[in-house]
């Protein structure tokens, strides 16, 4: 896992060995187990929803240690954004493809009947496809809009300042 | 029975975390304990035989809302007094113990978890026709998939499935609106 480039300057949130070394040993159990429970959803518990909450939570955790701000630079907003606007998008053509083939809305036999794909994939489209994506994206966005600004007012960095003046500050004034 | 010893602990620990929850002055104190709250709450429902639910409420219960707390609260300053405890106002302690006392007194008319005699049930234990026995029975057969709550959520709810998500999708872009961030900086 290649770690954000700046995690031991001013903007680093934790400095903790044992928080470091843990999230570093942790997060990629995490992260397989959040893509295990998405892709393997349908025939064990857990699902999409709790998979797609996993991975995202991984992505906090990395924050948690290596600092909010270069954790936010190194997955970028655009990526968080494409993940959640993918996810709707794929779900939404899943179930207009299915009536493209003369089914209705998400009904998986259409592509069973017309392509001799099981109902069994369609379902997994939707979840891996659809709903694991949108929750870890908004999972990530939640975080990182409520963190927004966080680190330069937390240290008094002059540095964001100039950059964060376009919205409102939401925090104190100290 | 050690798990019925072990569940209702659970309920008592459960209880009591709510409480606190409510009482602590301190919000950090508060949030902390009602991270503890959702993780009873997830081993809870791993007891009540449902891990689809215990695992939805461990990450977002005890995960995510506990770290979005706790990023709220940073942006907030800590109460001036040193007092432990909130003030209890005495109406509201009133208003929802007259609620709890009406919810209790019912309790003891809703069946058992699992009891033959619960509606689902037929007259010598056999499943009546439900929507749940449907489900239990044909599930495997008409989609494939071996876990039945993804496949009523992903195949026979499908539909709603969708709502939710594009909930999902829409409470991100609120969240983003309200703050007036169209980028994360």
Sequence with gaps: MSQPDSYTNSDTYSESQVILTSVRIIAPFTLTYGMFLSLHGADTPGGSFQGGAIIGVTVLMLAFAFGIDPTRKWVKSSFIAGLITGGVTIFIATGLFTMALGGNFLEYDAIADTFGIAHYWGMEAIEVGGVALIV????????FATAAGFTPERHGNDTDSARSGSGPEVGRDD | MIETAVAYTLAIFILLAAVATALFRDVLSAIVVFGAYSLGMAILYTF???PD????????????TTILLLLTIARTTRPSTDRLFERINVPAVIVVGAFVLVLGTLLPDMYAVGTESAPIWGEQGVLTETPSLYYIENTFSDTGAQNAVSA???????????????????AAIAVLLVLKREVFT
Aim: no cysteine; hydrophobic share 65%; charged share 10%.
């Design chain 1, 136 to 143: 870890a994206g908004a999972v990530m966005t939640l975080f």
């Design chain 2, 48 to 50: 009540l035989l449902a």
């Design chain 2, 53 to 64: 639910v215990a695992m939805t409420e461990a990450a977002i219960g005890a995960g995510v």
């Design chain 2, 152 to 170: 009523v959520l992903a195949s026979y709810r499908g539909f709603d499935t969708f709502g939710e998500a594009v909930v999902v999708f829409a």
